[in-house]
């Protein structure tokens, strides 16, 4: 008997359940039995679809710049050392000197292709094919805008930009100069949800009528990204919706494969505010507060203890306890922050409902308060339904009472093994590699409108928030 036989003879398979919250005792359990547990996958051959190949089929190595070398640059740049025959990072632009000497070093980079601001990356003639945005969020417009124009196509993190004006601006200047920009909606090329994209859409659960989508952020993620960090501020950046959730509001889009008629959306900023501040906490965590050591978003316990979310403090070591103390107990340092007095006005609980062109509707929450990350997915057919976690995902047929599970892990794909959000990362850079070498945007999953379709829903939806009300997205 093996895993998959072990685990349906317990009803776990035909009930659905799959092992969840289980793994550990049906591991003890299959041990004592002499069942090998470790097998890595129980996908049922009926969706079990191709996993596509991470290596680009180019006509030689597509020479890319990196703007923006921080945790995204260096994640997209990586390609490079896994398929040198398909990608050659030639230029890099960081306004931080030891971000751009780190990856010119890395790949070898002349001094004169060397950046520090963006801007001057066109102060000399075009040296290559694309290049890789992975800017702050209120640096994506003015780089993306003059790339296009001199030539360049581009792969453009994710949100697109600030403003519904700018985003469709650049979905013009795209097509003005023939241009191809993929955004970094990275989940819809991960092999978990196009495999879910597939079993909709090959007619297992029949029409599409309704879709339950949450996005779990994970309690320290938030404070970390949202409260403390980068993204805190929704006026110097964008609201939370775009910011966090633009994946979410893009897989719905890419799900459905109608435009998005309305939406309606609520939720505030509700927890992370100086009135809710237990009594004597003082502005940093490092300034002896009486309740670092009960405090779920202790800066000391999330980024000492526990060495999470480290990628933004530049660590010489990231083992060294007191590097990261000396960082986060920097007066400058805003990851040392009580999560109770920081600059923030991003909501940490946000839900939406969306009706589209065909009647398909579709609900999404978005919340801070959960202790994982993640997503969680519910998809409702004619003729059946489909559950996910994020990893796993089972398909019910009505009438046969079939459960199908999808359970294909990174590791029984050996070459998609380290690759970020569930193997999605490296396959968008094959995609878009593929793209700019036939210079053909159909080898993505999404063009660029598309991409804009959703932004638009986000930014809707925040005006929707904002307003009380329902607003029409699409005519």
Same mark, same amino acid.
């Given at each position: ?26 591991? *003890?359990?299959?041990k004592?039995? =002499? ?16 996993v ?8 030689? +190595? ?39 000497? *780190? ?9 004169e ?20 945005i ?24 994710? +949100? ?18 023939g241009?191809?920009? *993929?955004v ?11 495999a ?14 309704s879709?339950?989508?949450?996005e ?6 938030? *404070?970390?990204?949202?409260?403390? =960090? ?29 435009? #998005? ?58 083992r ?33 409902e ?14 801070a308060?959960t202790?994982? =990350? ?6 409702m ?9 994020g ?24 070459e ?13 850079? #094959? ?45």
């Amino acid at each position: 008997m093996n895993r998959k036989d072990f685990l349906r003879s317990l009803g776990f398979i035909t009930a659905g359940a799959a092992v969840i919250g289980g793994e550990q005792n049906l591991k *003890a359990a299959g041990k004592a039995m =002499g069942i090998p547990m470790e097998d890595p996958s129980m996908t049922d051959p009926e969706v079990d679809f191709p996993v596509k190949g991470l290596r680009a089929s180019v006509n030689g +190595p597509v020479k890319v710049i990196i703007i923006g070398a921080g945790n995204r640059g260096r994640t997209y740049a990586n390609y490079a050392k896994v398929y040198p025959e398909c990608m050659q990072i030639v230029g890099v632009s960081d306004i931080r000197e030891s971000r751009k000497n *780190a990856m010119g070093d890395n790949f070898n980079i002349p001094e004169e292709h060397r950046f520090g601001d963006w801007s001057e990356v066109f102060t000399v003639p075009k040296f290559a094919d694309a290049v890789v945005i992975s800017t702050p969020d209120d640096t994506h417009y003015h780089p993306c805008m003059k790339a296009l124009e001199w030539g360049y196509d581009v792969l453009l993190e994710k +949100p697109v930009a600030q403003s519904e004006k700018e985003c469709t601006d650049i979905a013009a200047q795209a097509h003005k100069y023939g241009g191809i920009v *993929a955004v970094c909606h990275v989940l819809r090329y991960s092999p978990y949800f196009r495999a879910m994209y597939e079993a909709i859409h090959t007619g297992l659960i029949g029409k599409l009528i309704s879709i339950q989508h949450m996005e779990p952020i994970e309690c320290r993620h938030m *404070a970390h990204s949202y409260v403390r =960090g980068n993204w805190r501020d929704s006026k110097k950046t964008t609201p939370i919706i775009l910011a966090k959730s633009c994946h979410d509001l893009d897989i719905l889009r890419w799900f459905v494969g109608k435009p #998005c008629r309305s939406i309606v959306a609520d939720g505030s900023l509700t927890w992370f505010k100086p009135e809710n501040a237990p009594e004597g906490a003082p502005l940093r965590c490092t300034d002896g507060c009486p309740h670092e050591a009960t405090c779920p978003y202790s800066a000391i316990d999330v980024y000492v203890r526990r060495k999470q979310h480290l990628g933004v403090f530049d660590l010489k070591d990231s083992r060294d306890e007191q590097e990261i103390m000396s960082k986060i107990s920097d007066p400058d340092n805003v990851w040392g922050r009580c999560v109770y007095h920081c600059d923030n006005d991003q909501p940490d609980h946000f839900v939406s409902e969306m009706v589209f062109e065909d009647g398909t509707t579709a609900s999404f929450s978005m919340e801070a308060f959960t202790p994982y =990350g993640g997503r969680r997915t519910r998809v409702m057919g004619t003729t059946g339904y489909i559950e996910g976690d994020g990893t796993t995902f089972t398909v019910y047929e009505f009438r046969s009472d079939r459960k199908l599970i999808w359970d294909k892990k990174l590791s029984d794909i050996p070459e998609y093994r380290g690759s970020g959000h569930g193997g999605g990362d490296m396959a968008l850079v #094959c995609d878009f590699l593929e793209a700019v070498s036939s210079h053909d945007e159909s080898k993505l999953t999404s063009n660029i409108d598309a991409s804009i379709e959703s932004h638009v829903m986000g930014f809707r939806a925040e005006k929707s928030r904002l307003s009380h009300k329902k607003v029409k997205v699409s005519k």
